[in-house]
């Protein structure tokens, strides 16, 4: 008698979860076609237009004119393809950020995760260190780790003047921590004389000197630490209901947060170490994708990534052509848009605080 009403009362609820499914697959197939778009935008725009028919020739080394050859595969597929994986990833660690830690406005360049790894990126180039087998020496290895030390001290400062973590706390000590960074990195800009122009690039953000092995080094560390995080959906659902609901329904509250900690160092680390400090990615891309697919982090996670891709790819395409035949550093391209987006953010969750 009773498994009519308990069948026909899960009716609803598997329709609505299809219904929510068939929507997110379909965003993410519309995101796809938006990044296709933008790279097809990115690969043709420029200080040298190329027509569409010498663009698709020139991707193979067969365009008529030796000039678009060189344009296409030695300068913009390199800088793109860059800037969608580096994209990606900035914008899945900004979700992953914001999950963990329950913060709207956690970001690397918020709480100075960027900023660190920076710091540790150009202390690397002013070593002179070098890590054999390792892509770009010890820059990489420098970044990554200082973005991981950079994030455990601002937890660790945070924790212990406000055990609840909150917005304002956060905020106020990553803006403290970026500026004492920034104060380090024009200590280090002064005594480094013939690496000035290296060391002030991981400053700007720029993907003016990204190649094929920078693309395939993102690549690998966004598949690696991209796939670790994928995994942890279900337990990153449960976080975001509270530590003790997540605990029991069995999640392993702390080793979740490490692991996706480092993962999300790795990749902010790896970004820096090969575009310097572009911010706000993370920031603005999870907001955006939430709108549309909710707070389920298995439709954020996987949307975040092509979100991600496409703000890094646009905001590229809007440095080399907003001021062509100059190029503006994307940094600022991306910390203009961030800088907005953080303030509507932040005026929102204020207003959420006082109701």
Aim: aromatic letters at 6%; charged letters at 10%; proline letters at 3%.
């Amino acid at each position: 008698m009773h498994s009519v009403p308990s069948h026909s009362a899960h009716k609803p609820h598997d329709s609505d979860y299809s219904r929510n499914r068939a929507r997110s697959i379909r965003f993410l197939i519309l995101l796809a076609a938006i990044l296709a778009l933008a790279f097809f935008l990115s690969l043709r725009a420029g200080s040298y237009n190329t027509p569409a028919a010498e663009l698709i020739r020139g991707i193979f080394g067969r365009a008529s004119d030796a000039k678009i050859n060189l344009v296409i595969r030695n300068n913009r597929l390199p800088r793109i393809c860059t800037a969608m994986v580096a994209g990606a990833g900035l914008g899945l660690a900004g979700c992953i950020l914001q999950a963990v830690l329950r913060n709207p406005l956690a970001d690397g360049s918020t709480l100075g995760v960027s900023s660190g790894a920076s710091l540790g990126a150009a202390l690397a180039i002013l070593s002179g260190v070098s890590i054999p087998f390792l892509p770009f020496g010890g820059t990489a290895g420098a970044a990554m780790l200082s973005a991981f030390l950079s994030l455990v001290v601002l937890l660790a400062l945070a924790f212990a003047l406000d055990h609840s973590l909150a917005t304002n706390t956060l905020i106020l000590l990553g803006v403290v921590f970026s500026m004492f960074v920034s104060a380090l990195l024009s200590l280090l800009i002064t005594f480094s004389g013939d690496k000035l122009r290296a060391i002030t690039f991981w400053t700007m953000g720029n993907l003016s000197s990204a190649s094929y092995q920078n693309a395939l080094t993102l690549l690998a560390t966004l598949v690696l630490c991209g796939g670790i995080i994928l995994t942890q959906a279900r337990a990153l659902n449960a976080m975001s209901m509270g530590e003790e609901y997540a605990l029991h329904v069995g999640v392993s509250v702390r080793r979740v947060k490490l692991t996706v900690m480092i993962c999300v160092s790795a990749m902010i680390g790896m970004s820096v170490s090969v575009g310097g400090g572009i911010g706000f990615v993370g920031l603005v891309t999870p907001h955006m994708i939430r709108l549309i697919v909710g707070a389920n982090h298995r439709r954020t996670l996987p949307a975040c990534l092509y979100g991600g891709a496409i703000f890094l790819l646009l905001a590229d395409l809007i440095s080399r052509t907003i001021l062509a035949p100059a190029v503006l550093p994307v940094g600022v391209v991306t910390s203009i848009i961030g800088a907005a987006v953080f303030l509507v953010i932040f005026l929102r969750t204020k207003r959420r605080e006082r109701a």
